[in-house]
């Protein structure tokens, strides 16, 4: 069974930066479609990022040009790195790792925004 392990969220002030990492078990990463969603409190869960195994790249409007999504193959790790932050990038972060129409999710991670 697939297994993704998330680190890097906390708290920090609006413009601050923050880096997330996940790590996934399974030697098929490198050939897998990855990525992040975040889910605010009483809102849906939504694509952040997204990362093809040729490292393609997507991104949800309201962060294009602050954040960046990449991956290390040889790590198994797919990141997020997260600049200029604002109040409403606040949710909880999942990583996901896509097989087919199989999807794996981390266990998340807080992000909070905050003076």
């Known amino acids: 069974q697939v297994q993704l392990v998330e680190s890097g969220g906390g708290l920090v002030q609006p413009g601050g930066s923050l880096r997330l990492s996940c790590i996934a078990s399974?030697?098929?990463?490198?050939?897998?479609?990855v990525g992040w969603y975040r889910q605010a409190p009483g809102q849906q869960r939504e694509l952040v990022a997204g990362?093809?195994?040729?490292?393609?790249?997507d991104y949800l409007d309201s962060v294009k040009g602050r954040f960046t999504v990449s991956r290390d193959n040889a790590k198994r790790t797919v990141y997020l790195q997260m600049n200029s932050l604002v109040p409403e990038d606040t949710a909880v972060y999942y990583c996901?790792?896509?097989?087919?129409?199989?999807?794996?999710w981390g266990q998340g991670t807080q992000v909070t925004v905050s003076s």
């Open positions: 996901y790792i896509r097989a087919g129409t199989s999807y794996t």
């Open positions: 399974t030697n098929i990463f490198r050939f897998s479609f």
């Open positions: 990362i093809t195994p040729g490292s393609i790249t």
